[in-house]
């Protein structure tokens, strides 16, 4: 015997039929918290900010990148890494 049983109701109906607290304050004081760390801190996500980094550093910068692709396309390929890097 198979039974379906179909339910149309929104969350807030169905949190309050299943006895579940009602956490949408706590979610909206949550999602504010992180809006404003996201706003403080968007310089750290920016391109512009990265650059700035990598060059600053040189060429150690470049040779490290090319070091871990040349080690990623070893691995991938079933290859041995080279001893002493």
């Given amino acids: 015997m198979k039974l379906n ?3 149309d109701c929104t ?3 169905a949190r309050a039929f299943l006895g579940l607290p009602d956490v949408t304050a706590l979610n909206d004081t949550l999602v504010e918290s992180v809006k404003q760390r996201v706003e ?3 310089e750290l996500v920016s ?3 990265y650059l700035k980094q990598w060059y600053s550093m ?3 910068v470049q040779d ?3 070091n871990m692709m040349t080690a990623g396309a070893r691995a991938a390929a079933g290859g041995e890494p080279e001893k002493g890097k």
């Fill in 5 to 7: 049983i179909t339910v």
């Fill in 40 to 42: 403080q801190n968007i």
């Fill in 58 to 60: 040189g060429g150690q």
């Fill in 64 to 66: 490290s990148f090319m």
């Fill in 47 to 49: 391109p512009e900010f």
């Fill in 11 to 13: 969350p807030e109906e």
